[in-house]
């Protein structure tokens, strides 16, 4: 089995719920999983853009892990997305598009239960509605998308029992992808 890079993006991860839990449990596993914390790697969001496409063209299958800011991904994942996958080097003319096919999915925690996150619910529209914009990007890629993983509702009725049951739910999608 082939390991997973998994690019991990919160802006404080020593306080987060579910994003620390999550990766301390990968971190047991360092023959199955690559943990690349964006805002570890990058305090100064000054990013080594030829570090980071070399990285990612390492690995078949790629997991941003990050919390749902503001119904997007934190700004640095958002700045990582602009200055890596770059024209001539991902997409478009002169690239070998080093992504083709590499199996991309996203992890996220939603502060909001799911039922908030559907057509009727407060916030109208599904995750997956809300990340198509990735979907899409890694589409013109020509990467694989798929479907992502979340964790609901830390905001309303984030135990750590439930914490605890999506590990292994999360260990189990990231070795099926």
């Not at 024209?87 to 039922?115: F, N, V």
């Not at 997956?128 to 993983?149: D, I, N, R, W």
């Not at 135990?159 to 189990?172: D, G, H, I, N």
């Amino acid at each position: 089995m082939m390991k997973v890079l998994i690019i991990v993006a919160h802006p404080n991860l020593e306080q987060s719920f579910v994003n620390k839990r999550w990766v301390a449990e990968l971190t047991k596993f360092p023959d199955r999983y690559h943990i690349h914390d964006l805002y570890f790697s990058y305090p100064d969001g000054a990013i080594d853009v030829e570090a980071e496409q070399k990285l990612i063209t390492q690995f078949d299958r790629v997991v941003f892990q990050f919390p749902l800011y503001w119904f997007n991904c934190p700004p640095l994942l958002k700045h990582w997305l602009d200055v890596v996958l770059t024209d001539g080097w991902s997409y478009g003319r002169g690239s070998a598009y080093p992504l083709r096919g590499k199996k991309i999915s996203l992890a996220i925690s939603a502060g909001i239960d799911e039922k908030e996150y559907a057509p009727g619910g407060r916030y109208k529209y599904t995750l997956g509605h809300l990340t198509s914009a990735f979907e899409l990007t890694f589409e013109y890629v020509q990467a694989t998308y798929k479907p992502l993983f979340a964790f609901y509702g830390r905001e309303y009725h984030g135990t750590l029992a439930r914490l605890e049951e999506s590990v292994p739910q999360y260990l189990k999608y990231l070795d099926q992808l």
